[in-house]
């Protein structure tokens, strides 16, 4: 992903470096990541428990939806009370996304629904409450401090993109220096061996879910920090999208394993290639097919490498000479 990233971003600087590497470009690149970076994070999550979360995006705006109608009946009554009310309204936001997630989980975890035909079965009922809500209408306001934060930037880096590094830090610890995240891992990898090993399969599934949906509920304050405006269909190409960022990231699709850093890169590398897309004045349908594109060749290199690499840890282990 490294590789790609470089190569994204020298093949569009060197074909049209006025636009492309002005600091306006540069700017939007890491204003736009992050919402989207954030879902695959919480994507990520899903997949390395041996699974997958098509609600997310679904619960971002949920999220979003919630935070601007609280922000306008307190408004209604109050406008000083509804702007000191933000951090409680960013607060309930989230809290929505975790609930959601804890519904995903209990029907995964606890049902023993596939987590593919619970989590589609939950992206349609969030959807459908969504347009119930707004009456299929854009809601329009949030708090203040939601635009000024979506508008501040430290030494020319946007608080938001800010956020999305904290998170991927944060959530990169939990996977790899804690104990919830080395049972995600073991679920994903191997469920009979995690089941014989005295995991609860069910608490780690509804503690992954959560997670992913309080990331979710995270995602839907980026959306009105970005633009204070909240729909019940934002977003709708994000679903596929950030599965094939937490894919080219390095999760493994059958669940055991998963890169955080991976998943950044990757992020910045779709988000490199919309921006030049949109430089050299190219469609989204040829940038949704330059998408899978990089997909495949990804997968095409994971495939050849990942063998020989695997060859050679055995070799290395066996004390075996290696090529």
Known sequence: MVLVFVASFTLFAALNPRVFLGPINLQNIMVSAPEVGVIAVAMTLAMLTGGIDLSLVSIANLSAITMSTMYTALGASSPGLAESMAVPILLAGIMVGVLCGLLNGVLIGVVGITPILATLGTMQILNGLAIVWTGGSTLYGAPSGFVTFGKTAVATI?????????????????????????????QGANPVAALFSGIRSAKVLLGSYAIGGGLAGLAGFLFLARNPTASADYGTSYVL???????????NPNGGFASVAGVVLATLTLQVVSSGFTALRLSTYQYAIAQGVILITVMIVDAITWPKLRRGKKRIASGAPTK
Do not use: D, H, Q, Y
């Open 241 to 251: 999208l950030v599965i094939v960022i937490a894919v080219l990231g390095g999760a």
């Open 158 to 186: 946007p608080m938001l993109f800010i956020v999305f590094l904290a998170v991927a830090i944060s959530i990169a610890i939990m996977i790899n220096r804690t104990a919830l995240g080395r049972k995600m891992e073991l």
